[in-house]
């Protein structure tokens, strides 16, 4: 086999997966899927061939296949939600923003809810989740750490506790 160093590649491809992600976490593991693709299919790879283009044609159909893959989870998610739309029936303000969490929760992309339920509520180490989702340590660390500050972020936004508000009357703090 010819040579197959792919570091050269690897700013193209980063600059390439920001255009189709729209975003810098998501082009990174974009990126390190595709990375792992190569790697797993390196011996596809024929001498002579273009490894840029190998490359970028691996990133490209990894963007595909995780778009595919999120629509299909959103559209199960939405089934789902539809079909189930609580737990509980609301009995106080508590119940409220609980409900409140678990749509902010829902709401997160499915690769994040996913990574970060088997860690915080399954209470699985990064490792174990790592090979669950089949993706590397540092993919689940990741997405751990954008969902906890997607929900940080709805925590702190004021439109999160103006239903809790109006619920404690005018005489409430």
Request: glycine share 6%; with cysteine.
């Amino acid at each position: 086999m010819g040579k197959f160093d792919i570091t050269p590649h690897l700013e193209p491809m980063r600059r390439y997966a920001r255009i189709l992600a729209r975003g810098d976490a998501d082009a990174d593991d974009l990126v390190q899927g595709a990375l792992l693709r190569a790697c797993e299919r390196r011996s596809s790879f024929r001498d002579g061939a273009n490894l840029r283009v190998w490359l970028m044609a691996i990133l490209h159909n990894h963007f595909i296949d995780q778009t595919r893959a999120r629509k299909a989870a959103m559209a199960r998610d939405q089934v789902w939600a539809e079909t189930n739309p609580g737990f509980a029936p609301p009995e106080g303000e508590h119940v409220v923003r609980l409900e409140q969490l678990r749509r902010a929760f829902l709401a997160l992309p499915s690769h994040q809810r996913e990574a970060l339920h088997l860690m915080a509520v399954e209470g699985l180490s990064v490792a174990e989740v790592s090979a669950i989702l089949e993706i590397p340590a540092g993919t689940v660390m990741s997405r751990v750490g954008r969902a906890r500050a997607a929900l940080r972020r709805f925590e702190d936004a004021p439109a999160a506790r103006s239903t809790l508000k109006l619920l404690r009357g005018h005489d409430g703090p």
